[in-house]
């Protein structure tokens, strides 16, 4: 599976953005898909998580009630809807597609995008 991620940009706090990472492959509906971000001088972290079939989601708590995990099996496409967007979700936003179940470790992911830049200035 080969992952493209897009939608990064420049927002103001309080923006909304959503981004998408398109995925090669004909298996891509047996993938678990997640988010994770990773900030300057931090550790990649992660974001949300759905489950194959879009029924199961899981969010950091940091994100919760503000970003939506969706996906879309017959466009190959993971989603993040980013709302209320805050200068601390500044980071490069990674997708990934693993098999096991809404982990939140990125060793539990097989395949990475190459990331997309948000900026979120106050």
């Known amino acids: 599976v080969q992952l493209q991620a897009s939608g990064g940009g420049f927002v103001q706090a309080g923006d909304s953005l959503r981004l998408s990472c398109a995925a090669s492959?004909?298996?891509?509906?047996?993938?678990?898909l997640a988010w994770f971000r990773q900030a300057p001088v931090k550790e990649r972290e992660f974001v949300a998580g759905v489950s194959w079939s879009g029924g199961s989601t899981h969010y950091a708590d940091s994100v919760k009630g503000r970003f939506t995990i969706s996906r879309d099996n017959a466009k190959n496409t993971v989603y993040l809807q980013m709302n209320s967007l805050k200068p601390e979700d500044t980071a490069v936003y990674y997708c990934?597609?693993?098999?096991?179940?809404?982990?939140?470790?990125?060793?539990?992911?097989?395949?990475w995008g190459q990331g997309t830049l948000v900026t979120v200035s106050s």
């Open positions: 990934a597609a693993g098999y096991s179940g809404l982990g939140e470790r990125a060793s539990e992911y097989t395949y």
């Open positions: 492959g004909r298996t891509f509906s047996t993938y678990v």
